[in-house]
C-alpha cells in the first residue's frame, strides 16, 4: 500500500513538473503587419488564379522544457485580396471559403522541435476551413537567417484539397489542389533569441 502511495506520489509530481514547463516558455505573438499568406488554385489546369490573405493573427506558444515550439495561426478571410474583383467576390462566396458564414481560417500545429525553424521539415496540425477541421501537413522551409521570424519570414508551404472542406462546386473547369503559402514574423518586441534551439 505504501508502495502505491508514493508511485502515485512521484507520477502526480512528475504531471506538475510537465505543467510548469509547458508554462514556463510563454508564447510571442504574430505579427499581424509583417505577416502574410496566399493561395493558389488552377483553373482548368492551365493557368492559376491567385489570392492574398491581409491578416494573420495567433501565437508561437514555447516549451522550454522539451525545447519544442506550438503555432496557433488565425487568418481573417474578409481580409482576402485578389487582383480580379469578380475572381474575389467568387472566393468570398460560398462556393469557396463561405466568409459570410466563416469569416475565419484557423490552424493549429502539433508541437514540434525548435530545430525546424532553422532546418526545415514537417508542420503537422489541423487546418480548420469553412468549419470543417482536416488533418493537414505542411512544411517549413529552412531558415534564411540567423533569427528566423525576426530578420526574415518563417516560410511554410503544402497543398490542400478543396473538397476536404466542403468547396465541391466547379469540378470540371477548377483544380481540387488549393496551394497556400505563409510568411510568417513576430512582434520585434520580443527576444530575438527567443526562438533559438536551446
Known amino acids: 500500500m505504501r508502495i502505491t502511495l508514493l508511485a502515485l506520489a512521484f507520477l502526480a509530481a512528475l504531471g506538475a513538473c510537465d505543467a510548469v514547463a509547458s508554462d514556463e516558455g510563454g508564447f510571442l ?3 499581424a503587419q509583417r505577416s502574410s499568406g496566399s493561395f493558389r488554385v488552377k483553373l482548368v489546369w492551365l493557368f492559376g488564379i491567385n489570392g492574398e490573405f491581409g491578416e ?7 516549451n522550454d522544457f522539451r525545447n519544442s515550439l ?4 488565425r487568418i481573417d478571410a474578409r481580409t482576402l485580396r485578389m487582383s480580379n474583383a469578380r475572381y474575389e467576390n467568387w472566393a468570398k462566396s460560398e462556393d469557396f471559403f463561405d466568409v459570410a458564414r466563416h469569416p475565419q481560417l484557423s490552424f493549429a500545429s502539433d508541437e514540434f522541435a525548435r530545430l525546424r525553424l532553422r532546418d526545415g ?6 487546418l480548420t476551413v469553412r468549419g470543417i477541421t ?3 501537413r505542411f512544411e517549413l522551409l529552412p531558415a534564411q537567417c540567423e533569427h528566423p521570424a525576426f530578420d526574415c519570414p518563417i ?24 496551394e497556400l503559402d ?6 520585434a518586441t520580443a527576444a530575438r533569441d527567443a526562438l533559438a534551439p536551446g
Do not use: C, W, Y
Open 29 to 31: 505573438r504574430l505579427d
Open 56 to 62: 494573420i493573427d495567433g501565437e508561437i506558444h514555447r
Open 70 to 73: 506550438r503555432v496557433d495561426a
Open 121 to 126: 521539415g514537417a508542420l503537422v496540425g489541423q
Open 134 to 136: 482536416r488533418p493537414v
Open 155 to 178: 516560410r511554410v508551404n503544402g497543398t490542400i484539397r478543396r473538397s476536404q472542406f466542403g468547396m465541391t462546386g466547379h469540378r470540371g473547369t477548377l483544380a481540387d489542389k488549393v
Open 182 to 187: 505563409f510568411s510568417i514574423f513576430v512582434q
